[in-house]
């Protein structure tokens, strides 16, 4: 495989091997020296068109810790501003010789568009509406963590399913490994999914009853418009995860959230800061996880 575009198209088989690779760079993560020759000599440029915090600054720690010469291209201050197409723009990247391009763009499809147009390793960092692989890669890494598999965990994934690329990509991964998987929140963001055997609920109470695993989603206000919901007060009235349901989960369920958080919307802080969030332990595992990607990348390449 040249590139990683989303989950829809790994098997279960690709989706073990990232996660048992992720697993050995995470005793590396542990060592005094975190660093690892794997990909010395590669080169990554880092094209982020949306903003981010973590998925940037975890793909440039690991990046860092494989041993990749890493180019940030900033956009705001690049040619793009002049009206640069972004064929051009990756291809001038691509003439430096970089082996990977980690993209994150609005629109749905870029990633594909460019893995179909250069010779480069192309990782998607999240597309629009459509797919965050890594994002999943690192959810089911954390939940293995702690729960120790993933067949037959119930797994409550609440909020703005519509518009959340989070979503998707833990639906295709998550189906593909018998996690029994709901979808809860208000009627009017979520999409039909039913063709992954998920469950839809509009309640909460009911929602939540008894599971292993709460995944609470941002609201994409970004790409919503207006009309979703009423008020944020009303959304969090009705679809936040605050202690009292919380109590409605199983006793030892894991609460997660990709971020950024809207404390108060989505969930409450005295839940994201519990001894049941595991939401600091997904940004830690995102480097390892991210590490094994570029590594199987690389290797792939390396054996074409
Ligand atoms: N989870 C995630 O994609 O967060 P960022 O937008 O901060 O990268």
Redesign the pocket.
Known sequence: MKDLIGIKELSKEDINVILDTAASFKDVLKRDIKKVPALRGKTVVNLFF???????T?FELAEKRISTDVLNFSVPTSSVVKGESLLDTVRTIEAYGVDFIVI?HSSSGVPHFIARNVKASVIN??DGINE?PT?ALLDAFSIVEKKGGLNGLKVAIVGDITHSR?AKSNVYLLSKFGAHIRLVGPPTLIPDMAGYGVEVFYNMEDGLKDVDVIMMLRIQTERQGKGFFPSTLEYFKNWGLDTQRLELADKDAVVMH???MNRGIEISSDVADSAQSIILDQVTNGIAVRMAVMYLLGGAKENA
């Open positions: 949306e903003p981010s915090t973590r998925t940037k975890s994150r960092a999240g965050h994002q989070v990709p971020g950024p």
